[in-house]
T-cell receptor, first 107, second 113 residues
């Protein structure tokens, strides 16, 4: 089992819809969690940090479920500009990056 | 506040040569990370430097090496270049300690011919 797993997608979603991604992790001692977005051929950009049960920033909500060892990212009222790859990062002893979930928002 | 900067933007080398990539972290950040991202693939962790010391390295051969300078900038060296080293090399910096958020530079695109 990989230390951090994400559904690679792609998720094809109509504009305005709500979309959710999950990211599972294997190290129960993990302390910090992050979501990044990466546009094609660009560097990853930090989207959200999750240090407790969850975090919300506008249309984006991240939730942590320690019992089931996953974090989720919810995007409401999706925009065309949300099309990107979303990367989950988990810190145990070191930072472990997921392979990413590709999201395509269609008009 | 200036972000993470990397140079050069693009680098073209031939097989067997050496490449040197440079990174300047955000002011106040002491940790620098290097990643390799081949086209269409995920991030592969290369190296982590903090306070001038190498703290961890990924599953890469010894011809990938680097260092961190007293001003916290960093250099990645790749010796004996191979065609499969062609990739985007990303540098990220963080405050270190309990704050693990990494902020990335725009990367150096290395092409080995």
């Amino acid at each position: 089992r990989k230390e951090v797993e994400q559904d690679p997608g792609p998720f094809n979603v109509p504009e305005g819809a709500t979309v959710a991604f999950n990211c599972t992790y294997s190290n129960s001692a993990s302390q910090s969690f992050f979501w990044y977005r990466q546009d094609c051929r660009k560097e990853p950009k930090l989207l959200m940090s999750v240090y407790s049960s969850g975090n919300e920033d506008g249309r984006f909500t991240a939730q942590l479920n320690r019992a089931s060892q996953y974090i989720s990212l919810l995007i409401r009222d999706s925009k065309l500009s949300d099309s990107a790859t979303y990367l989950c990062v988990v810190k145990g002893y070191q930072l472990i990056w997921g392979a990413g979930t590709k999201l395509i928002i269609k008009p | 506040e200036a972000g993470v900067t990397q140079s050069p933007t693009h680098l073209i080398k031939t097989r067997g040569q050496q490449a040197t990539l440079r990174c300047s972290p955000i002011s106040g950040h002491t940790s620098v990370y290097w990643y390799q991202q081949a086209l269409g693939l995920g991030l592969q962790f290369l190296l982590w430097y903090d306070e001038g010391e190498e703290r961890n390295r990924g599953n890469f051969p010894p011809r990938f090496s680097g260092r961190q300078f007293p001003n916290y900038s960093s250099e990645l060296n790749v010796n004996a270049l191979e065609l499969e080293d062609s990739a985007l090399y990303l540098c990220a910096s963080s405050l270190g300690g309990l704050r693990d958020e990494q902020y990335f530079g725009p990367g150096t695109r290395l092409t080995v011919t």
